[in-house]
């Protein structure tokens, strides 16, 4: 299995709404990431949780809350978000450290209303 | 700290045209270069690495050579195909592999 698996891979929330995005791998990866993509931009990091501990969280708002339940499983809880937070949220892995390319997923298009 | 710049297009050209992408990097010590090919509506997918200096990466006949001297990771094709119409994203991975840091994207357009 070399694929990063996203779901949903589109949600439509509301302002008050709680919400989770997925992701799950099933290649040993230790390190994985969440990114936020606006049209026409390169991917923003996020979060990244190094052997399921969080190693960075690049000044995100706490309405985005990440959680690494196991080595395989990576969520994104999601509370009071904004229409400016729609974007397409990707998810990656990568062997410990990432010299050796990352593994993205297909994403979860997320529209705030 | 660490940057990716790259010709930010669009780029378009005719089917079986020569492509040339310009990426140039800044980065203390060894970083990993990479290309990224972003389909409309997918996610990346990776293109083709190079992980020290003078490495060739290639794949689906895009090619590219990591250049220490001139900081560079130039994406190439002899002859581009409407399905290559996509974004190019040139990235690194810093030393300590933390972060995947990107450049803007390349938009390119092949018409028939």
């Known amino acids: 299995d070399t694929e990063v698996t996203q779901t949903p891979k589109h949600l439509v929330m509301g302002m008050t709404n709680k919400k989770s995005l997925k992701c799950e791998q099933h290649m040993g990866h230790r390190a994985m990431y969440w990114y936020k993509q606006k049209a026409k931009k390169p991917p923003e990091l996020m979060f990244v949780?190094?052997?399921?501990?969080?190693?960075i969280n690049e000044s995100v708002p706490s309405r985005f809350s990440p959680e690494c339940p196991n080595s395989s499983l990576l969520n994104l809880h999601l509370h009071a978000l904004q229409p400016e937070d729609s974007a397409l949220y990707l998810c990656?892995?990568?062997?410990?450290?990432?010299?050796?390319?990352?593994?993205f997923g297909s994403g979860t298009r997320l529209t705030v209303v | 700290g660490d940057s990716v710049t790259q010709m930010e297009g669009p780029v378009t050209l005719s089917e079986e045209a020569f492509l040339t992408i310009n990426c140039t990097y800044t980065a203390t010590g060894y970083p990993s270069l990479f290309w990224y090919v972003q389909y409309p509506g997918e996610g990346l997918q990776l293109l083709l690495k190079?992980?020290?200096?003078?490495d060739k990466g290639s794949n689906k006949g895009f090619e590219a050579t990591y250049r220490k001297e001139t900081t560079s990771f130039h994406l190439e094709k002899g002859s581009v195909q409407v399905s290559d119409s996509a974004v190019y994203f040139c990235?690194?991975?810093?030393?300590?592999?933390?972060?995947?840091?990107f450049g803007k994207g390349t938009t390119l357009s092949v018409s028939s």
């Open positions: 990656a892995s990568s062997p410990s450290g990432g010299s050796y390319g990352y593994t």
């Open positions: 990235a690194l991975s810093n030393q300590a592999g933390t972060a995947l840091i």
């Open positions: 949780y190094s052997y399921e501990k969080l190693s």
């Open positions: 190079a992980t020290k200096a003078d």
